[in-house]
């Protein structure tokens, strides 16, 4: 691990300038993945800044019934168990706990779970010195190496990594907000927006600016978010990667489907939005619609 400076930022405003820039600078929350990639080398910060102070632990109701407001150092384990996620967005307890392990979801917040890398090989191995999202310019090692766990949908001939996080497949689904505070202050991002395909620059997975921190996340009260699920095909039951997952809200009318929602994971750079998917659905009956899906999620499965 290289040598760096450690800071503890005391509010949001110090947080920011700490980083601020800063080129090299990273924020330190739970460290559950930006410390195992200084360890292997991935990552070489000069300065973390800790911000494990700062009061961005609440769960919250949003004014005049909008939603609920998570804030970014809410740990998982916490959130997975918060009467007002599993009460009102079941989803993303479920998805939250498929993740990591319980020792993992204790220390891991949800600002972090936003910004965890990919997992891909080439990317976690600086003994391979092709990866673009390491290092730009560089080449992908996964286009002809081993890619069994890599992209299928929104892939670029730059990278083929996909986004790891269960949590941000369940907040996709729910049209969940990002809030950010930077130097020139607050702003919000629409979830759709956050994360980035990887294009010509795979080493940027977000549209987070340097010198901006996350405070919260803000979920939409959506009455049929209670009738919710979240799928996870992996390798093995307990702390492995989805080679694909879904999360699924449904909105019934009678014996038919008026609205859905689905977001897929492990199969792109972000997690995924099936669009095409929702409008198909939209009018079926239940029944039909399950098995349409299930035929989807199993291609997806094979072929990832």
């Avoid at 020792?103 to 997992?119: C, D």
């Avoid at 990278?159 to 919000?188: F, N, W, Y």
């Avoid at 239940?286 to 291609?299: C, E």
């Amino acid at each position: 691990m290289n040598p760096f400076v450690y800071s503890r930022a005391a509010d949001a405003q110090q947080a920011v300038a700490g980083i601020a820039g800063q080129t090299n600078s990273k924020l330190l929350g739970g460290g559950t993945n930006l410390v195992d990639l200084m360890k292997m080398g991935v990552e070489t910060p000069s300065q973390l800044v800790d911000i494990n102070r700062l009061p961005l632990t609440q769960i919250e109701e949003l004014p005049n019934g909008k939603g609920v407001r998570v804030g970014a150092l809410v740990r998982n384990s916490d959130m997975a168990e918060h009467p007002l996620i599993t009460s009102r967005y079941p989803v993303l307890s479920q998805a939250v706990l498929a993740g990591a392990s319980p020792q993992l979801r204790n220390l891991a917040t949800t600002g972090g779970n936003l910004l965890q890398r990919t997992r891909c090989y080439y990317f976690y191995d600086p003994a391979f010195p092709a990866c673009n999202k390491r290092k730009p310019g560089s080449g992908c090692g996964a286009l002809d190496g081993f890619n069994r766990i890599h992209a299928i949908l929104g892939q670029s001939d730059q990278c083929i990594a996909t986004h790891p996080s269960d949590m941000c497949v369940a907040m996709a689904a729910l049209d969940a907000v990002v809030r950010v505070q930077g130097p020139k202050g607050e702003r919000e991002i629409a979830f759709a927006d956050f994360h980035r395909l990887p294009g010509n620059t795979p080493d940027r997975d977000t549209n987070l600016a340097r010198d901006e921190l996350i405070t919260a996340v803000d979920l939409p009260a959506i009455p049929f978010a209670t009738r919710s699920h979240y799928l996870k095909i992996r390798d093995r039951a307990s702390y492995a990667f989805a080679l694909v997952s879904v999360a699924a809200l449904l909105d019934l009318d009678g014996g038919q489907i008026r609205s859905v929602r689905i977001a897929l994971g492990g199969v792109a750079h972000k997690p995924w939005r099936a669009l095409k998917a929702e409008k198909q659905l939209a009018g079926k009956k239940p029944d039909p619609a399950k098995r349409a899906i299930v035929r989807a999620l199993t291609t997806v499965a094979a072929i990832a």
